[in-house]
C-alpha cells in the first residue's frame, strides 16, 4: 500500500514528537533485541532505530516489533532493497542519511514513512519541493549543528528536523530549544558496553534521562 510524501511527514512528525529522543541502536546479537527494546521503552523512549549495519538488524527488528509499547524502524537505508526488507521486518518508519529518488519512490510505492537526511540547504530545499518537510539533520554536529539549524530556520521555517549525529545530553537541549527541532537522534542510551555487559537496568536509567531532556 503506498504512502504520499505527505502521509509520511505526518507519520514521521508524530513519531518525531514521541519524546525528544530517538535511540540509534547498532545491535550485534538477536538476542540483545528483546531486553534492549523493553529497557528503552521502560525508561521513555519507544521510537526505536535499529541501524542496517550489522548481518542481524533485520531480526532485531522483527523481535522489536514484539515488544508492547516498542515502535521499531529501521535506519541506514541506502536502496530499495532496504526498504523492502526493513518493511517486511516489521519496520513503522525508515531513516536515511541523505536522500534518492530511487530510495524515496521506492519508500512511497511500499509504503514506508521515511524520515530522509539532509545536510545543506540544497539538500533540505530539494526534499521540501518533493513533499518532505520532515527530515533528519545529518551528520549534525559535523555539519554545522545547531547554529546551522538556526540559521536556515530564518529562511526555510517550514521544514522540521531531527538532528542525528553528535549529539550528546550535554549538546541536546541546544538543539531542542530550536523551533525548527521536534526531537534528536543518537546512540548514547545504548553503548556498545552495556550492550554487551546486558546491562539493561542501567540503559534504561539513560533512557529515562534522555525522556526528560528539554531546551
Ligand atoms: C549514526 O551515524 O550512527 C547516528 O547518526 C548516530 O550518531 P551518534 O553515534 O553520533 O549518536
Same mark, same amino acid.
Given at each position: 500500500m503506498s504512502i504520499t510524501p505527505e502521509e509520511a511527514c505526518v507519520a514521521s512528525e508524530k513519531l518525531c514528537r514521541t519524546a525528544p529522543v530517538i535511540p540509534v541502536l547498532t545491535v550485534t546479537e538477536v538476542a540483545? +533485541? +528483546?531486553p534492549l527494546a523493553e529497557a528503552l521503552v521502560k525508561g521513555g523512549l519507544p521510537v526505536l532505530e535499529v541501524t542496517l549495519r550489522t548481518p542481524c538488524a533485520l531480526e532485531v527488528i522483527a523481535e522489536m516489533a514484539q515488544v508492547a509499547g516498542g515502535i521499531p524502524g529501521a535506519g541506514t537505508l541506502l536502496t530499495p532493497q532496504d526498504v523492502e526488507n526493513a518493511l517486511k @521486518? &516489521? @519496520?513503522?518508519? &525508515? =531513516?536515511?542519511?541523505? @536522500?534518492t529518488d530511487k530510495l524515496l519512490d521506492a519508500a512511497e510505492e511500499m509504503g514506508l514513512p521515511m524520515l530522509p537526511g539532509a545536510a545543506s540547504a540544497s539538500e533540505a530545499m530539494r526534499l521540501l519541493e518533493r513533499g518532505?518537510? =520532515?527530515q533528519k *539533520? *545529518?551528520? +549534525?554536529? @559535523?555539519a554545522g549543528g545547531a547554529p546551522f539549524l538556526k540559521s536556515i530556520g530564518a529562511p526555510i521555517p517550514q521544514i522540521l528536523f531531527c538532528p542525528t549525529g553528535g549529539v550528546s545530553p550535554t549538546n541536546a537541549p541546544d538543539y531542542l530549544k530550536l523551533?525548527? =527541532?521536534a526531537c534528536v537522534g543518537g546512540s548514547w542510551v545504548a553503548p556498545a558496553d552495556k550492550l554487551e555487559s546486558g546491562d539493561w537496568g542501567g540503559i534504561e536509567g539513560l533512557a529515562r534521562a534522555a525522556a526528560t531532556l528539554s531546551a
Open positions: 540483545h +533485541a +528483546a @521486518a &516489521g @519496520a513503522k518508519f &525508515g =531513516v536515511s542519511p541523505g @536522500a518532505y518537510r =520532515v *539533520f *545529518f551528520p +549534525a554536529e @559535523a523551533p525548527n =527541532v
